[in-house]
């Protein structure tokens, strides 16, 4: 893929995943449809070396690796992680309510968003049911209306002339979004989901539908933006554009190393599920690769995991919320993120050989710390890095209004990080960098 190429490449796929489980099914067609086989962590494995091999756990965390024959345990795996969710509104079991001429939905907000920017728009819903089958048997698909089907109108200023200075948002009471006008007919949701299932699947005998993990989402996709098409807005930059980006630079990656990625569900909200960061699933792939205790020990240790989750770049209408040091900036390069309370990985080791990677392809590096007196987030790296004791480094493209239901990112970032990742997904063991690393 050529680097012109990539930004709108990346835009589309964003596009087109509007939740994780959508993600996740993208990813894993990506990855198969250039060599990786498809293991099912309930039957046996046959993994062969050189070989690709991509493991889905909840339809909505992966992991990918290639192994090329050099033993792990003294060359380390080149390793990279990343979160598949975003912020989002998810959709109450039983959510249909009518008033006043109106079918709302009651919904749970997904993980930190910024509500706010959630007024006003035209919302669609995606996700996956669970349903019946004709022989009584369970299944489950996804879902994807794909076209704006719900709205979360603003209160009117005239009804609140406070709204600019003063307007606080109740997470029960304010967000319901508007899914149709009410009828005669009292609406059932399930019916509704059935009716836009038969539209997606005409040839499948559903009965009926069970279940559903359904979020609300901005279905007009990403764009190119500024005047000369120097950044880029768009719904779950955070952190599918890192997602993505990983999966690209390790199909694209030249001469096939012992490499792995690990994209995972649930950082919005700590992690701590089957298939979360602060799971088993890298543990379970770890151990199925490497049975014998002390051969995975010793690749643990040789390995490096580069963490990547998007940064704060400095907004410049309120540039003192950084430190005055630390600024990174749109379309300057990556960013290494540093934490003294550890909410980073970082050391001063990992740091050093992601930069020493940004600088073999001529892009800028920046770094962020958190102002001293405000609280810092975190990401999958600190959990990884406790874990399984591997060696992290927390880094992420600069972007503006993190998790706000758009967000926005430098163009030229996309491509320099894509080509950063490349390049280490494809350093030889006798690099000097890689070499360096492993002694
Ligand atoms: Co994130």
């Given amino acids: 893929m050529q680097e012109s190429e990539f930004t709108p490449w990346l835009l589309a796929a964003i596009g087109r995943s509007p939740t994780p489980y959508h993600l996740t099914v993208n990813i894993c067609d990506l990855l198969t449809s250039h060599g990786f086989t498809r293991l099912r962590e309930a039957e046996p494995w046959d993994v062969k070396v050189p070989g690709s091999y991509v493991v889905v756990r909840n339809d909505s965390s992966l992991v990918a690796f290639t192994l090329d024959g050099e033993d792990p345990a ?9 979160h598949t969710d975003s912020p989002a509104l998810k959709v109450q079991p039983d959510p249909l309510q009518v008033s006043h001429a109106c079918v709302r939905m009651g919904v749970e907000v997904y993980g930190g968003a910024l509500l706010a920017p959630w007024f006003d728009r035209d919302l669609s819903l995606a996700g996956r049911v669970s349903w019946e089958n004709s022989r009584g048997g369970l299944e489950s698909s996804l879902l994807d209306f794909g076209r704006p089907v719900a709205v979360i109108p603003s209160l009117a200023i005239h009804l609140d002339r406070e709204a600019n200075s003063k307007r606080s948002i109740n997470r029960q009471t304010d967000i319901l979004p508007i899914l149709m006008a009410a009828g005669t007919k009292e609406p059932v949701f399930a019916d509704i989901l059935l009716e836009q299932f038969r539209r997606q699947y005409p040839q499948n005998d559903c009965r009926a539908i069970l279940d559903h993990d359904l979020f609300l989402y901005d279905p007009a996709g990403p764009e190119q933006t500024g005047l000369e098409g120097e950044f880029i807005t768009g719904p779950r930059l ?9 999966a690209r630079a390790l199909i694209e990656a030249d001469g096939r190393r012992n490499c ?6 649930h950082e919005e909200v700590g992690s701590g599920s089957p298939e979360g960061a602060g799971g088993t699933l890298l543990d379970a792939v770890l151990e199925r690769l490497f049975p014998d205790p002390e051969q995975r020990q010793r690749v643990i240790r040789r390995s490096l995991l580069i963490s ?3 940064a704060h770049a400095v907004h410049p209408n309120f540039a003192d919320r950084h430190d005055r040091n630390h600024l990174p900036l749109m379309n ?30 001529e892009t800028g590096v920046q770094e962020f710390v958190m102002r001293a007196d405000l609280a810092c987030g975190s990401t999958i790296g600190p959990l990884t890095a406790t874990r399984t004791g591997m060696q992290v480094v927390d880094v992420g493209v ?8 758009r967000e926005m990112a430098g163009t030229r970032d996309c491509p320099a990080f894509f080509l950063v990742l490349r390049e280490y997904f494809a350093l030889a063991s006798t690099d000097p960098l890689w070499h360096g690393w492993l002694s």
């Fill in 74 to 82: 003294r060359s380390g795996l080149r390793m990279a992680g990343a």
């Fill in 238 to 246: 955070d952190n599918q554009l890192s997602c993505w980006t990983m």
């Fill in 260 to 265: 792995l990625i690990i994209l995972t569900d």
């Fill in 308 to 310: 990547a989750d998007n």
């Fill in 332 to 361: 300057h390069g990556p960013v290494i993120k540093i934490n003294a309370a550890r909410r980073y990985a970082t050391t001063a080791l990992t740091a050093g050989f992601f930069r020493l990677l940004c600088q073999r392809q």
């Fill in 398 to 405: 600069p972007t503006l209004a993190m998790h706000s239901i």
